[in-house]
T-cell receptor
Framework: DTEVTQTPKHLVMGMTNKKSLKCEQH?????MYWYKQKAKKPPELMFV???????INESVPSRFSPECPNSSLLNLHLHALQPEDSALYLC????????????FGPGTRLTVT | GNSVTQMEGPVTLSEEAFLTINCTYT??????LFWYVQYPGEGLQLLLK?????DKGSNKGFEATYRKETTSFHLEKGSVQVSDSAVYFC??????????????FGKGTHLIIQP
């Protein structure tokens, strides 16, 4: 099983809403990632969790708050987003760390109105 | 720092044509190299990888060879199908003295295959 699942598939939220994105993998991977992808661009790394600890935060605004409850789950909590935050949010995992190939989920298409 | 350069396209080919998507990289050490594919409305899928010089990665008829002397990892397929229409990303990951760096992506090549 090389699957990373993400829910929801689509999300529309207002600028005052609070919502969460969820990511799950059952491959026993110990590194998990959040990426943001705008149309016709490559993914941009937001956060890296290694062994359930936040190891990299690529200067992401505090309106994005990651959480790793256990080694299989990764959440991204969203609050007071801006329209420019509309994008495809991708979750990925890898076996140990960033030296290993990453497996991506299908993404959550987020629209902020 | 690390960088990946690839043709952006769109690249338009007829079905059964030969495909080459060029990818060159800049890295300070010995990176691992990857090709990812993204079909419309989906996430990225790992297509193939190579971890050292002269390695050849292959999958689903696609091939790429890690050429250290030319710092290249060109993607090839002998006969493309309409279903190969997608965006292809070349990427590298490198372990340096400070640990592993994240994936560095090229800008992506949009491939369109016409019947």
């Amino acid at each position: 099983d090389t699957e990373v699942t993400q829910t929801p598939k689509h999300l529309v939220m207002g600028m005052t809403n609070k919502k969460s994105l969820k990511c799950e993998q059952h491959m026993g991977h110990r590194a998990m990632y959040w990426y943001k992808q705008k149309a016709k661009k490559p993914p941009e790394l937001m956060f890296v969790y290694s062994y359930e600890k936040l190891s990299i935060n690529e200067s992401v605004p505090s309106r994005f708050s990651p959480e790793c409850p256990n080694s299989s789950l990764l959440n991204l909590h969203l609050h007071a987003l801006q329209p420019e935050d509309s994008a495809l949010y991708l979750c990925a995992s890898s076996r140990r760390g960033m030296e290993d190939e990453q497996y991506f989920g299908p993404g959550t298409r987020l629209t902020v109105t | 720092g690390n960088s990946v350069t690839q043709m952006e396209g769109p690249v338009t080919l007829s079905e059964e044509a030969f495909l080459t998507i060029n990818c060159t990289y800049t890295a300070t050490g010995y990176p691992s190299l990857f090709w990812y594919v993204q079909y419309p409305g989906e996430g990225l899928q790992l297509l193939l990888k190579a971890t050292k010089a002269d390695d050849k990665g292959s999958n689903k008829g696609f091939e790429a060879t890690y050429r250290k002397e030319t710092t290249s990892f060109h993607l090839e397929k002998g006969s493309v199908q309409v279903s190969d229409s997608a965006v292809y990303f070349c990427a590298l990951s490198e372990i340096s003295g400070g640990g592993a760096d994240g994936l560095t992506f090229g800008k992506g090549t949009h491939l369109i295959i016409q019947p």
